[in-house]
């Protein structure tokens, strides 16, 4: 992918949820099934801890929290867990509707991730110490191009202290023939509308609730794919889970868990 056409889908996708926050804020409630399974491949067993009272402080990087629901997710999971959450996301207006209300333990930081990793400038832009664990659900996706996902996944290993946890999920959603089908459809529509070249392989630009002008680009991960990020951090981190959890098949979300090296 050439880096004009990163920098449409990157500013076509920053438009969808500056204009869309609110509406897809309202859908973004739940936990996801995969991040109790995370937990548990870091040693948390997220099953029986409400008996085992797990009190260790803990400092976790969310990039691209979105509403913050991973926060909530946490707070539930590990109940008597001190956590102390550095968010980071672009859209403001979305993170701090779900984190207002926990500022004392929360620092939140507005930064455009993809423009960074598209102009080659991602290395020492989150401004967090090191941190236990870092996570980064639902994003991988809207990363234009297999080299600024890799730089990604670097940055994240490279954010946890030795032995820390990184966690990420990597949207599969070709493996659902309706979803393929219906990203076809609203592919060819965007292109058309926004005058985009072809796209690379696994790219796609997906609609919102039916409305016009509302697209969001999005890479569907295949399995060749999930493997070549595992081997980009093999040098700085090893694999400790890897699994396919969420969406109606149970199955859309390929979930990576690693731990930094020591």
Known sequence: MNIETARKLRDIT?????????????????????????????GFDTASVAGQSYRKALCVLDVACGNGRFFRFLQGALPDAEVEYFAVDDCEQLALEGLASDADNVAFQKLDV????????????????????????????HVPGSKARTALLRTLVDSVCP?????????????????????VETTAKARAEFGLPVLDKGDYLL???????????????????????VCAVSDKAQLVARFEADGRTGALNSYLVFRRRV
């Not at 991602?122 to 664990?133: F, G, S």
Request: proline share 4%.
């Open 163 to 183: 032995g820390g946890y990184v966690a990420v999920s990597l949207w599969q959603f070709a493996k659902s023939p309706e979803l393929a089908a219906k990203a």
């Open 114 to 141: 993809v423009s960074r990793l598209i102009e080659g400038s991602i290395e020492h832009a989150i401004e967090a110490p090191p941190v236990d664990i870092a996570v980064c659900f639902g994003f991988f996706h």
């Open 14 to 42: 920053s438009s969808f949820y500056r204009e869309n926050a609110s509406s897809f804020s309202s859908t973004r409630h739940t936990s996801w099934a995969g991040w109790s399974r995370c937990l548990d491949a870091m």
């Open 207 to 229: 609609g919102w609730q039916n409305r016009p002008h509302a697209y969001r680009y999005c890479h569907t991960f295949s399995d060749e794919e999930v493997v070549r990020l």
